[in-house]
């Protein structure tokens, strides 16, 4: 819609370019003065054509919003002087009273207005634990903001704003499922405090799971971008050519440059029904930790003399760890097992196992093919939920 927009205005000013040339022309043949055609010219308006980036945040821009938040922590502060033993010895054991000081922590990130009722949608991390939500509009309307359900696995959250009769602006949300590597993204919000940011760049690639990220207490699958993503965007939408929601600017990473990633769209529309009722998400797990095994990878580790363990050379996902009194446990999995299959589906790594489970239901049974030392075990495993941490 942005690029056919831009592909009109192109032309237009063809159009009245040719039209001046024509001008120009009649001038000449009928022996007509330089000055008339000049004047007729001039009064030939020549708008210069508005890029798609401009469209599309013209689009969605009002429906951005900036959100502070206020958290009070208490702590105690260690007194150097009186924690020393010579002077403890006059005080007695127990010294001075102690008094708990109370900090203010103030915060910052992005949002975006999802529906007329004031639910806006925005990370779980910017008002995890915040006493206090201001939402701030781009007009300028400032509103407080009650936060309605969040979800730390996936780091969504919806925060509610009453605007009483004032209209309010919607974004439009797209459909991360036809995004593909090289579309165009463009990221809106708020980084570093700077109001009404925008940063241009593309889709470098899909599905980048938040362990390889750095996110293992994530359960994700990012949109990868090289649009510029900075503290304080946060939340904030990233968007397609046509000005529609694809994803929410979520994380970067420090140790990189260019490199940011967004929560797409689609997982934020499967649960946010759930967060502004005020439900909690459920979670299936198993409780183990995991690793991707490769023949190369086996290969190397039994080549090693002090290798602590030998492994199968077969594809699969090894269990590192199996957590106590969890699903795993009871199912008899043990560190060192190598599973190949759920339900005959081949498991080939870490990644396709943990969405393999995300993907099923709190309760579900999963059968799993071992692979353990020579033999090949059959196991089953109940799924159970996972503990918010909310």
């Known amino acids: 819609m942005a690029v056919m927009a831009w592909w009109h205005s192109w032309q237009k000013l063809v159009v009245r370019l040719m039209a001046i040339a024509l001008v120009a022309c009649v001038a000449l043949v009928t022996g007509q003065s330089a000055a008339m055609a000049q004047s007729v010219a001039e009064e030939v308006t020549v708008p210069v054509p508005r890029s798609f980036v401009a469209l599309a945040v013209e689009q969605v821009g009002d429906a951005v919003v900036r959100i502070d938040t206020e958290t009070t922590v208490v702590r105690e502060t260690p007194d150097l002087f009186f924690d020393d033993p010579f002077f403890r010895g006059f005080m007695g054991p127990n ?20 529906s007329a009722a004031g639910d806006i949608l925005t990370n779980s991390h910017v008002v995890d634990g915040a006493d206090r ?48 590597v090289g579309d165009w993204a463009i990221a809106v919000g708020n980084p570093l405090g ?12 899909l599905k980048r799971s938040s362990a390889s990220v750095g996110i293992p207490d994530k359960r994700l699958d990012f949109i990868q971008t090289d649009a510029a993503i900075n503290p304080g965007n946060s939340g904030g939408p990233l968007l397609n050519q046509n000005g529609e929601v694809i994803g929410i ?17 689609n997982k934020a529309k499967e649960i946010k029904d759930q967060l502004v009722a005020g439900e909690s998400i459920a979670h299936p797990y198993l409780g183990v930790q995991i690793a991707t095994l490769t023949p190369d990878i086996a290969r190397r580790n039994n080549e090693d003399p002090n290798a602590g363990v030998l492994l199968p050379e077969v594809s699969g996902v090894l269990v590192i760890r199996v957590v106590p009194n969890t699903p795993a446990a009871e199912a008899g999995l043990r560190r060192g097992d190598v599973v190949l299959e759920i339900d005959g589906e081949a498991i080939a790594s870490a990644d396709v196992l943990q969405r393999r489970v995300e993907d099923s239901r709190v309760g579900q049974t999963l059968r799993l093919k071992v692979r353990r030392g020579n033999q090949l075990e059959q196991l089953t495993v109940t799924t159970a939920e996972l503990a918010s941490s909310d």
């Open 194 to 205: 700077l109001d009404n940011t925008v940063t241009l760049g593309i889709v470098s690639t």
């Open 95 to 114: 010294g001075f009273p102690r008094y708990p000081q109370e900090e203010l922590l103030r915060g910052q990130g992005s949002g975006f207005i999802i």
């Open 249 to 265: 600017n979520t994380a970067i990473r420090a140790d990189a440059m260019g490199i940011g990633f967004a929560i797409p769209i």
């Open 133 to 180: 939500v201001t939402v701030t509009l781009k007009d300028g309307r400032s509103y407080e903001g009650i936060v309605e359900g969040q979800d730390s696995v996936t780091d969504l959250a919806v925060v509610k704003i009453e605007a009483d009769d004032a209209s309010l602006p919607v974004a439009t949300l797209g459909n991360s499922d036809a995004v593909k």
